[in-house]
């Protein structure tokens, strides 16, 4: 059923950087094709007039789909580069010992590039309140990881530009640390489940990983193809819904209900998020149909938030070492913090 | 007899970790014998941070990553040796 993933030791790094750079050069070259070839493809090829709204919306869905796909390879290839010289061990031993403030701005930090699955939320949660991190500092990890994750970003990037993903990207630090202290001053220790603390590590000796060039590269392109491979769909069915809007919506025909002065769209635009969890790639090309009709961008980013960082999957995970009424806190905080977000950036922009 | 213990709750890469042990093993024709620890306090004994966990003859070999069968078969062959 699954092939296994040979062997790539055998190559040379020499070979490798090879072919690095050939792909390199061929990304730069693809990726500066696809605004003329959309074009042509529409207007020329299948012929449809320069100012018809379908051919309008096509041009759209056969220049976004390539230009997001491409970036989403090359980025997530340099991100799980990057992201391969941090580990959850290190990262536990860099948070040994930080106080409040320090430590959640630290760990919120930390959160964005060290490599995370929620699979993997259970041991982690475990492995830093054993070795004595607070638990609000734990908490700010725990809120950073998934909401600022390399698909959301690159998205926002490709779609949005650095301005977008870089405010949802500090507003999600900013959260993450906020709440963190929050649910570190109400003092909810007992609120682990009890068997987390009776957890006694018997044998201290970790393994370290250090891969090679050879082994970083290889493991890079795996989980560019698993990623890539698990997000396209939705890619593209995301932004033919996205082109239909932009060329079928008429312009501010959303301000009624998503503009700033809406200002129940903010927590509607939160509760709608939550269910779309595991469509974030899709939902992203519709967020920036929406910000062109007229959705105000605190909303939208409100909403972006929710979708990718208020998992019920993952709660259901941390159900496991985490009783109830700190899971309620927990989401109650996170919401409130998103909401909070989403109002001030309709305030202020 | 090798004992090999594959640490995580499910997930999908601990499955193929497992399938990767039990492939190696076949391989080079050893025996040993395969245990799928799913409970998070036998789990967390084993001080990991990340799943899935290998663990051969109660030594951590691996972790959070699916590890090449180039590398479990010579994990093997040391464990072998040492015993």
């Given at each position: 059923m699954t092939t296994l993933t040979t062997n790539s030791?055998?190559?040379?790094t020499k070979q490798i950087a090879f072919v690095i750079f050939l792909s390199a050069v061929l990304w730069l070259a693809a990726y500066n094709l696809i605004q003329p070839l959309a074009n042509w493809l529409t207007y020329?090829?299948?012929?449809?007039?320069?100012?018809s709204r379908f051919g309008e919306s096509l041009a759209f869905f056969f220049y976004d789909v390539p230009k997001i796909i491409l970036l989403l390879s090359g980025m997530i290839f340099l991100i799980t580069i990057l992201r391969s010289f941090f580990s959850p061990e290190q990262t536990r031993a860099w948070l040994g010992g930080k106080r409040e403030g320090l430590g959640n701005l630290l760990a919120a930090s930390l959160g964005v590039v060290t490599p995370f699955c929620s699979c993997s939320a259970v041991p982690l949660f475990i492995g830093f309140v054993e070795s004595g991190i607070p638990l609000g500092v734990t908490f700010s990890f725990l809120i950073a990881a998934p909401m600022i994750n390399e698909i959301a970003l690159v998205m926002q990037f490709g779609l949005f530009g650095w301005k977008v993903a870089g405010l949802y990207m500090l507003s999600g630090i900013t959260i993450a640390i906020i709440a963190g202290i929050v649910i570190g001053r109400?003092?909810?220790?007992?609120?682990?489940?009890d068997f987390v603390w009776q957890i006694k590590a018997n044998q201290t000796q970790g393994v370290t990983y250090k891969p090679t060039w050879a082994e970083r590269f290889s493991n890079a392109w795996q989980s560019t193809k698993e990623i890539v491979g698990k997000v396209w769909l939705y890619v593209i069915i995301g932004i033919a819904v996205g082109a239909g809007i932009h060329g079928y919506v008429p312009e501010s025909a959303l301000v009624e209900i998503m503009?700033?002065?809406?200002?129940w769209s903010v927590p509607a635009a939160v509760v709608l998020g939550v269910p779309l969890y595991s469509n974030a790639a899709g939902v992203m090309p519709i967020a920036g149909a929406l910000i062109e009709k007229g959705a105000a961008l605190g909303t939208v980013l409100a909403f972006m938030m929710a979708v990718v960082g208020l998992s019920l999957a993952e709660m259901i995970i941390l159900r496991r070492v985490l009783k109830p009424k700190l899971i309620a806190i927990f989401i109650a905080t996170l919401t409130i913090g998103i909401i909070i977000t989403g109002y001030l950036f309709n305030i202020i922009l | 007899m090798l004992t090999i213990k594959v640490l995580g709750s499910g997930c999908a890469n601990c499955k193929r970790v497992e399938q990767i042990a039990h492939k190696v093993i076949t391989d080079i024709g050893i025996e040993a014998e395969v245990i799928k620890v799913t409970d998070y306090a036998e789990i967390m004994a084993y001080n990991i941070?990340?799943?899935p966990g290998l663990v051969v003859n109660e030594k951590?070999?691996?972790?959070?990553r699916i590890p090449t069968p180039a590398e479990v078969t010579s994990w093997l062959t040391n464990a072998l040796e040492t015993a």
């Open positions: 030791n055998a190559h040379s020329g090829l299948l012929g449809f007039a320069n100012d109400m003092k909810l220790e007992n609120q682990v489940e503009g700033k002065n809406a200002w | 941070m990340s799943t951590v070999v691996s972790t959070g």
